[in-house]
């Protein structure tokens, strides 16, 4: 098979076609998730949302997207990802509308739910699709690449946001978002295919003596019991806990940073955003680098690394205070692991299990995740609200970064895949 699957009309293998597609719908999907932090402060100023309030309306998104997550694995191993984003993209480009319409604080949960439920299908599909498509070796480069799209909508709507809100309001930054979103659901279902054997190719950077290309689908049976054995694996357990409170880190500083800024700091509204643009310039920096380099040093060393320096990170923030460099410089790094940790454990997914399996194991280990993050916005609004200081969040913070890179030092290395 000497031929990598590049066609002879082109030369171009679709593999980077899906890269690009799937790349632009990260970027769009994560500036609707992400720049939801952008947007809190002048949701809370206009609408009178508590810190609570506004965490809890990001956690509608999580519950909602953590459930069906799951089920868009499912679906992805079984009808292909070419069926289910498309669908689920239009999910996305209407709950994102309907948040500009929100007139209440349950209006908002409930359309930022809808949102969730399209965005389900913005990361698990997505990670299971473009993994099928690069060989293993090639994997973190493509996952490297492919990451850059969310690290880059934070980063373009950390500007792009206040500039609207400056010249109409925050309600049609959801709107041009939900429009673009409608537009790509046309994008993807052009473009994209389930897997290398529907354009007769095989993944990108596969070698002859590789071994075979992506397999179909399993029989139901054959899901259940997959699924059932990973659910008594101890690394499964161990790696998906590291990233709960990895998850839990994370966005103690995300969905707050901008509103820390803005009421705890006094920066301006512009100034205040610029936190999520660093950020994010940070995210591109950090999957440009560390995905390639955990195919070298391993996917287990480049988590726990990456966790412990997410732990400085936070201490950092802590400490700088009011200082705008040193914050923006922290800022920046935290960015940096931030894009480079969802990589990290969904490219676990493929190397400690099957495949074919893939993409369930994928949205299994996205439960841990998604309730890290709620559980982040639930306590550290309500510990704001109390205190009214981000200074025990964001110590918080740091300590469960500290436990989640200890918790990979238990993952046992996995032997050689089927």
Same mark, same amino acid.
């Given at each position: 098979?000497? #031929?990598?699957?590049?066609?002879?009309?082109?030369?171009?293998?679709?593999?980077?076609? &899906?890269?690009?597609?799937?790349?632009?719908?990260?970027?769009?999907?994560?500036?609707?998730?992400?720049?939801? !932090?952008? =947007?809190?402060?002048?949701? &809370?100023?206009?609408?009178?949302?508590?810190?609570?309030?506004?965490?809890?309306?990001? #956690?509608?998104?999580?519950?909602?997207? *953590? &459930?069906?997550?799951?089920?868009?694995?499912? +679906?992805?191993? $079984?009808?292909?990802?070419?069926? *289910?984003?498309?669908?689920?993209?239009?999910?996305?480009?209407?709950?994102?509308? =309907?948040?500009?319409?929100?007139?209440?604080?349950?209006?908002?949960?409930?359309?930022?739910?809808?949102?969730?439920?399209?965005?389900?299908?913005?990361?698990?599909?997505?990670?299971?699709?473009?993994?099928?498509?690069?060989?293993?070796?090639?994997?973190?480069?493509?996952?490297?690449?492919?990451?850059?799209?969310?690290?880059?909508?934070?980063?373009?709507?950390?500007?792009?946001?206040? @500039?609207?809100?400056?010249?109409?309001?925050?309600?049609?930054?959801?709107?041009?978002?939900?429009?673009?979103?409608?537009?790509?659901?046309? @994008?993807?279902?052009?473009?994209?295919?389930?897997?290398?054997?529907?354009?007769? @190719?095989?993944?990108?950077?596969?070698?002859?003596?590789?071994?075979?290309?992506?397999?179909?689908?399993?029989?139901?049976?054959?899901?259940?019991?997959?699924?059932?054995?990973?659910?008594?694996?101890?690394?499964?357990?161990?790696?998906?806990? !590291?990233?709960?409170?990895?998850?839990?880190?994370?966005?103690?500083?995300?969905?707050?940073?901008?509103?820390?800024? $803005?009421?705890?700091?006094?920066?301006?509204?512009?100034?205040?955003?610029?936190?999520?643009?660093?950020?994010? &310039?940070?995210?591109?920096?950090?999957?440009?680098?560390?995905?390639?380099?955990?195919?070298?040093?391993?996917?287990?060393?480049?988590?726990?690394?990456? #966790?412990?320096?997410?732990?400085?990170?936070?201490?950092?923030?802590?400490?700088?205070?009011?200082?705008?460099?040193? =914050?923006?410089?922290?800022?920046?790094?935290?960015?940096?692991?931030?894009?480079?940790?969802?990589?990290?454990?969904?490219?676990?997914?493929g190397d400690y299990f099957k495949r074919e399996m893939m993409g369930t194991v994928i949205g299994a280990l996205t439960l841990f995740y998604g309730s890290g993050a709620i559980i982040a916005n639930r306590m550290g609004g309500q510990i704001r609200?109390?205190?009214?200081?981000?200074?025990?969040?964001?110590?918080?913070?740091? +300590?469960?970064?500290?436990?989640?890179? =200890?918790?990979?030092?238990?993952?046992?290395?996995?032997?050689?895949?089927?």
């Open positions: 098979m000497a #031929n990598e699957g590049k066609p002879a009309s082109s030369g171009l293998h679709w593999a980077w076609v &899906i890269l690009a597609v799937c790349f632009v719908d990260l970027y769009i999907s994560y500036g609707i998730r992400l720049g939801y !932090s952008v =947007l809190l402060p002048e949701m &809370i100023r206009t609408m009178g949302f508590t810190r609570r309030q506004g965490g809890d309306i990001f #956690n509608s998104y999580f519950i909602v997207y *953590v &459930i069906f997550s799951l089920f868009t694995g499912y +679906l992805t191993d $079984r009808i292909g990802a070419r069926r *289910v984003i498309p669908f689920f993209c239009i999910i996305l480009g209407v709950g994102t509308i =309907l948040m500009g319409t929100a007139q209440s604080f349950w209006q908002a949960c409930i359309f930022y739910g809808i949102v969730g439920m399209g965005g389900a299908a913005m990361w698990t599909p997505i990670i299971t699709l473009v993994q099928k498509w690069f060989a293993i070796k090639k994997k973190g480069m493509a996952l490297g690449i492919l990451s850059t799209g969310f690290g880059l909508g934070f980063a373009t709507m950390g500007k792009f946001y206040p @500039v609207v809100v400056a010249q109409w309001s925050w309600r049609y930054c959801w709107y041009l978002l939900g429009i673009a979103a409608l537009l790509m659901v046309v @994008v993807n279902a052009l473009f994209l295919r389930s897997k290398p054997e529907d354009k007769g @190719v095989s993944p990108w950077g596969q070698l002859p003596d590789d071994g075979g290309t992506a397999q179909g689908a399993p029989s139901a049976q054959a899901q259940k019991i997959r699924f059932s054995e990973i659910l008594t694996l101890p690394q499964f357990w161990i790696i998906g806990s !590291s990233y709960f409170l990895i998850a839990a880190a994370l966005y103690l500083i995300l969905t707050f940073m901008v509103d820390y800024a $803005r009421y705890e700091l006094g920066f301006s509204y512009g100034k205040a955003s610029m936190l999520a643009t660093i950020h994010g &310039i940070g995210q591109i920096v950090g999957v440009l680098t560390i995905p390639m380099a955990s195919d070298y040093i391993g996917r287990r060393m480049t988590i726990l690394l990456t #966790n412990a320096c997410i732990a400085l990170s936070v201490l950092s923030i802590i400490l700088a205070g009011g200082n705008e460099p040193w =914050l923006f410089i922290s800022i920046g790094f935290i960015g940096a692991f931030f894009g480079a940790t969802f990589p990290m454990y969904g490219a676990c997914g609200d109390a205190t009214g200081s981000f200074y025990i969040p964001f110590g918080i913070a740091a +300590l469960a970064a500290i436990f989640s890179a =200890l918790l990979m030092f238990f993952v046992k290395h996995p032997g050689k895949r089927a």
